[in-house]
């Protein structure tokens, strides 16, 4: 056996047998990244595109729409939350980004690979290459029965990477996280924030052009919880890797440089933050919040504003020189007096 398929001792493939015995050996994959088809470019492109993407779940007689119409762009090196209330469909458009799912209809195309389009054996390859996943769940970002450090070799393992090429970048990827002298720790012997820390030095193992992590910090205590955050960032800064959180916590967006609301399976509202210098020299971030306008012209009003002017069903439009003033479809008053009436 050559080096490049040599065993790492009690450590089996992940998606295997659990149960295999200490010292099995598995040869590492026949289908590398190389053989996912790229994609052809989509206007406006980024590393990230989603394109009118939908998609259907049937459960017994009925259809659900988790996904209608959903536009995204995500440009490389960008560190962005998806936000939004359970049943928005960000955990759907997490797993078909992830290659875990596949849309009923649109594109989603991401670093070149058409997501719709791949066979089994591609989408497995794109998995290992192109993504990298940091779960909520201990159980399912580590092997319990494994070291840190076999952990983060493991990826690279099925990989057919060479011995020697995954214990140098083993070692680094954990004195990058802060737990170079914790690799010899099985999970259970970690902390929680130590657990979440070598989950991205596993998500980090093959380079991957993308980390999805699905509240990353959703078991951790709020100080745990910052600190795997600043190190998110440090990866995406350092490393230049794009970072896609998903998550239901408003304080958490606000770690990143650009929130993206979705709700109804749609994107509704982006926030984007910047660093700022006042006057007195004092750093600070400013938000904005805009509402997202997709190819077709739809948009989705923040529902605070709805709420607030009792918006329902329909609303009047007025286009002005340079922007478009909304009103309720009832009897007003605008600003310069004249009152016009609500349509029968």
């Not at 070291?147 to 990989?159: F, G, I, K, S, W």
């Not at 800064?237 to 993206?260: A, K």
């Not at 340079?322 to 007003?332: F, N, Y």
Request: charged share 25%; glycine share 10%.
């Amino acid at each position: 056996m050559t080096d490049d398929t040599a065993e790492i001792e009690d450590l089996p493939a992940r998606g295997r047998s659990a149960g295999a015995p200490p010292g099995t050996r598995f040869a590492p994959s026949p289908s590398p990244v190389r053989d996912v088809p790229a994609a052809a470019p989509l206007e406006g492109r980024g590393l990230i595109t989603c394109d009118n993407l939908v998609k259907i779940y049937k459960v017994a007689d009925l259809e659900v729409v988790a996904l209608q119409g959903l536009d995204l762009l995500v440009e490389p090196g960008e560190f962005v939350a998806l936000v939004g209330a359970s049943g928005s469909g960000k955990s759907t458009l997490m797993n078909i980004l992830g290659g875990l799912d596949v849309p009923s209809a649109g594109r989603a195309v991401v670093a070149g690979h058409d997501l719709g389009d791949m066979g089994r054996r591609e989408r497995t390859a794109y998995r290992r290459d192109v993504i990298g996943f940091v779960w909520q769940q201990t159980g399912r970002n580590l092997l319990g029965y494994l070291t840190a450090r076999q952990n983060v070799e493991l990826p690279m393992l099925l990989n057919g990477v060479s011995r020697s090429e995954r214990e140098r970048r083993a070692t680094d990827l954990l004195g990058r996280m802060g737990l170079a002298e914790r690799g010899d720790h099985r999970p259970d012997r970690l902390s929680g924030g130590e657990q979440q820390r070598t989950a991205i030095a596993v998500a980090l193992a093959n380079r991957p052009a993308v980390i999805l992590a699905d509240e990353p910090t959703g078991e951790l205590d709020s100080v745990t919880a910052h600190e795997v955050f600043d190190l998110l960032r440090s990866v995406n800064q350092e490393l230049g890797i794009t970072i896609v959180v998903v998550t239901h916590d408003p304080l958490v967006s606000e770690q990143v440089s650009r929130t993206i609301a979705i709700r109804d399976g749609r994107t509704s509202s982006e926030t984007l933050r910047r660093r700022a210098i006042n006057a007195e020299g004092d750093h600070h971030v400013i938000s904005e919040e805009y509402a997202v306008l997709d190819r077709v012209g739809r948009l989705q009003l923040p529902r605070a504003h709805v709420e607030a002017l009792g918006l329902d069903r329909r609303v009047r439009l007025a286009l002005e020189p340079d922007h478009i003033s909304v009103w309720p479809d009832r009897e007003r008053s605008g600003d310069d007096g004249r009152e016009q009436d609500s349509q029968p």
